[in-house]
């Protein structure tokens, strides 16, 4: 399990992250620890991709993922949220 820093994001997104180290694998599931958002609005993490090596993160497993703050009805919101990223090993 890695626990990745707190993030703020604002405008909606969707906006593309990029998770590495903490010891993670290929073979990880994750989640988003939302830490602070208005009421009715979420997050929503999407198009979850991994890779073992990167012109960014070269000679480790990364992750991309997608992030959208959302209402309820899952449509794109322009609210501020604030969280951090966690995975467990599957």
Excluded: C, K, R
């Excluded at 009715?40 to 992750?63: H, M």
């Amino acid at each position: 399990m890695a626990t990745f820093p707190t993030i703020t994001m604002s405008g909606g997104g969707p906006q593309e992250w990029i998770n590495s180290g903490g010891n993670i694998t290929n073979h990880e599931a994750f989640a988003f620890t939302l830490q602070s958002a208005p009421a009715n609005v979420g997050a929503l993490i999407s198009n979850v991709s991994v890779f073992l090596t990167t012109d960014y993160v070269a000679g480790q497993t990364s992750y991309g993922i997608l992030l959208s703050a959302v209402d309820e009805n899952l449509n794109a919101s322009t609210a501020t949220i604030t969280g951090n990223f966690e995975s467990n090993g599957v």
